[in-house]
């Protein structure tokens, strides 16, 4: 079974930036999604194995960047322009190439906080 970790949430201000990594025990398709209290999980943005394919949620569009570095079999989230809304458990998740069915388990998370 795919294994995924992720790391690199923190605490920033409102207009920062954080890269939030997804260090993957082989090669796949990865999509990040985020949660907060009392709202359901939701999709954030997703690569497909070889990073020829991104999609992002409407709301992080020109803000967010996903990238890869297959070498490493990691993939990145480059948050920029954080805003007040974006404060969130962030997850990262194995897909399917198609970048629309998620596979496997969901990991422990890293938390991202946004002072305004």
Not at 69 to 86: A, F, R, S
Not at 94 to 116: A, C, E, M, Y
């Amino acid at each position: 079974q795919v294994q995924l970790v992720e790391s690199g949430g923190g605490s920033v201000q409102a207009g920062g930036s954080l890269r939030l990594s997804c260090e993957a025990s082989e090669r796949t398709s990865v999509g990040w999604y985020r949660q907060t209290a009392g709202k359901e999980r939701e999709f954030v943005s997703a690569i497909n194995s070889h990073g020829g394919s991104t999609r992002y949620v409407e709301s992080v569009k020109g803000r967010f960047t996903i990238s890869r570095d297959n070498v490493k079999n990691t993939v990145y989230l480059q948050m920029d322009q954080l805003k007040p809304e974006d404060p969130a458990v962030y997850y990262c998740s194995r897909l399917r190439s198609t970048l629309n069915i998620r596979l496997g388990s969901w990991g422990q998370g890293t938390q991202v906080t946004v002072s305004s």
